[in-house]
């Protein structure tokens, strides 16, 4: 993949995930807000739910940004496009879909089996 294009995927993904981040910060904020109101009794429960779905999203984003990161550090060492683990190249159109990806599509496919795509 050609570099400034590379550079330019990573930073919108960058611009998108901190959006993500500072929409649901300000999500998180307006529930506590409503939550402290005085108004009809709700259920209490449902706070606590919200709050724990929210951080498991927040954990996410979290793990996207240092995805990032660590695809940027491979942009700038050149090796930004090749599987991390066997150093083959990751084809244009998964880097498109996905440029913080590590592993070419069957690596990855052959990670949640642990055994190769073959058998």
Do not use: C, W
């Amino acid at each position: 993949m050609d570099h400034d294009k590379a550079v330019r995927l990573l930073g919108e993904e960058r611009r998108r995930t901190a959006q993500l981040l500072t929409e649901l910060a300000e999500e998180r904020q307006a529930d506590r807000t409503a939550a402290n109101e005085p108004g009809d009794m709700y259920d209490s429960a449902e706070p606590l739910t919200g709050e724990i779905a929210d951080d498991s999203v927040a954990a996410q984003l979290q793990r996207h940004l240092a995805a990032i990161d660590r695809a940027e550090k491979r942009l700038d060492a050149g090796t930004f496009g090749y599987s991390v683990r066997t150093g083959l190249p990751i084809p244009d159109d998964r880097l498109e879909a996905d440029p913080t990806a590590e592993l070419t599509a069957e690596e990855a496919g052959d990670a949640g089996t642990g055994r190769p795509s073959s058998l």
